[in-house]
T-cell receptor, first 118, second 114 residues
């Protein structure tokens, strides 16, 4: 158990709908990251938040957005869903967000949310 | 953008054999991480490497951070059935303003015949 929790475990929805995925980081971690894993794309970085502030964006679509709340949990919002958005969505957390010990760069992953768009 | 080339893509071995996989990149990373993922679960961190040339072990697993900082390998000795899974390398990038990201290899799927 990594200490990172994600809900829901599974989500089935229809095209055009909007969903929200939730993540709680490990105790003490200030950084939250979101990744998308699909069969043909592997693990793709979406976005990084540190202590409530967005720090980096990867290949995140404009239809997707995220935020990190004062209690450090994070939500990933996916809207106008398309069939191609079906994938596993992982949240990870780490201590890092600013310079520090190299071990702060280690990211610990949650169990993921499997999103199926029909 | 940054890409990691991980090989082999899949391995089919006998229980007890040693395994070797590697990752190469055109970019320099300041940290290399190796993860294992089992079906329906998230990646689990196995080994982290912080310095060029560093060799680190975790039980039967050994990994090295290449001297050029553009490559890393992972070895598994005396494989057992529970080693089955997909192994990912990841290079860590520290960006401006404290931004962080991991770039992942495509994964090596390990299958073990008992």
């Amino acid at each position: 158990d990594s200490g990172v929790t994600q809900t829901p475990k599974h989500l089935i929805t229809a095209t055009g709908q909007r969903v929200t995925l939730r993540c709680s980081p490990r105790s003490g971690d200030l950084s939250v990251y979101w990744y998308q894993q699909s069969l043909d794309q592997g693990l793709q970085f979406l976005i990084h938040y540190y202590n409530g502030e967005e720090r980096a964006k990867g290949n995140i679509l404009e239809r997707f957005s995220a935020q990190q709340f004062p209690d450090l949990h994070s939500e990933l919002n996916l809207s106008s869903l398309e069939l191609g958005d079906s994938a596993l969505y992982f949240c990870a957390s780490s201590v890092a967000g600013t310079s520090g010990r190299p071990s702060y760069n280690e990211q610990f992953f949650g169990p993921g949310t499997r999103l199926t768009v029909l | 953008g940054q890409q990691l080339n991980q090989s082999p893509q899949s391995m089919f071995i006998q229980e007890g054999e040693d395994v070797s996989m590697n990752c190469t990149s055109s970019s320099i990373f300041n940290t290399w991480l190796w993860y294992k993922q089992e079906p329906g679960e998230g990646p689990v961190l196995l080994i982290a490497l912080y310095k060029a040339g560093e060799l680190t072990s975790n039980g039967r697993l050994t990994a090295q951070f290449g001297i050029t900082r553009k490559d890393s390998f992972l070895n598994i000795s005396a494989s057992i059935p529970s080693d089955v899974g997909i192994y990912f390398c990841a290079g860590h990038l520290g960006l401006r303003g404290g931004a962080q990201k991991l770039v992942f290899g495509q994964g090596t799927r390990l299958t073990i015949n008992p």
